[in-house]
T-cell receptor
Framework: GAVVSQHPSWVICKSGTSVKIECRSL??????MFWYRQFPKQSLMLMAT?????????EQGVEKDKFLINHASLTLSTLTVTSAHPEDSSFYIC??????????FGPGTRLTVT | AQTVTQSQPEMSVQEAETVTLSCTYD???????LFWYKQPPSRQMILVIR??????QNATENRFSVNFQKAAKSFSLKISDSQLGDAAMYFC??????????????FGKGTKLSVIP
């Protein structure tokens, strides 16, 4: 099956700094990538949808200036959490898709902001 | 807007027994996809099974099968011969086939399944 990687798997950063998370589709070209946030024991919350070469579409309530998403190629999307604060600590998951009925998930990134 | 409801926050099943997880959804569309995803403690999301709404036949994947009731907007997952490795969070999800947002998944809140040895 299709493989999606995320890097890093776990990152600790200091409050006020920025951190970048990479999402790569390793063996297919993803026309669309998604970024989710998941709090402990909760479901996945869609943050934004990105299509290669165009601006990301953010869900209501998600600050686009805080969560910068870049989808530079058909195999790479990045999420940058700018000026991170402790409340941004969470589990971030990306997924990649080339068709509506197939979405492949990365293993997730645990962000801890101290 | 589409919504997905999983009314069972937690379920448990004896090893080798059968368990059914419930899911209902709300949509005004006639063509869509429904999914069950498994999230084990590793937190890697794994696709368990997928159903296309225009197909009347219920999808099956080995020990996993669904009962898709389109009129009732119900999509339950049956796990037969439960194994310890089936213990996980299970999420029901919905997506459109075409149009705006057709690639997006709408998830339910999940059901935590425990398997008792």
């Amino acid at each position: 099956g299709a493989v999606v990687s995320q890097h890093p798997s776990w990152v600790i950063c200091k409050s006020g700094t920025s951190v970048k998370i990479e999402c790569r589709s390793l063996d297919f070209q993803a026309t669309t990538m998604f970024w989710y946030r998941q709090f402990p024991k909760q479901s996945l919350m869609l943050m934004a949808t990105s299509n290669e070469g165009s601006k990301a579409t953010y869900e209501q309530g998600v600050e686009k200036d805080k969560f910068l998403i870049n989808h530079a190629s058909l195999t790479l999307s990045t999420l940058t959490v700018t000026s991170a604060h402790p409340e941004d600590s969470s589990f971030y998951i990306c997924s990649a898709s080339s068709s509506p009925h197939e979405q492949y998930f990365g293993p997730g990134t645990r962000l801890t902001v101290t | 807007a589409q919504t997905v409801t999983q009314s069972q926050p937690e379920m448990s099943v004896q090893e080798a027994e059968t368990v059914t997880l419930s899911c209902t959804y709300d949509t005004s569309e006639s063509d869509y996809y429904l999914f069950w995803y498994k999230q084990p403690p590793s937190r890697q999301m794994i696709l368990v099974i997928r159903q296309e709404a225009y197909k009347q036949q219920n999808a099956t994947e080995n020990r996993f099968s669904v009962n898709f009731q389109k009129a009732a907007k119900s999509f339950s997952l049956k796990i037969s011969d439960s194994q310890l490795g089936d213990a996980a969070m299970y999420f029901c999800a919905y997506s459109l086939v075409s149009g705006a947002g057709s690639y997006q998944l709408t998830f339910g809140k999940g059901t935590k399944l425990s398997v008792i040895p």
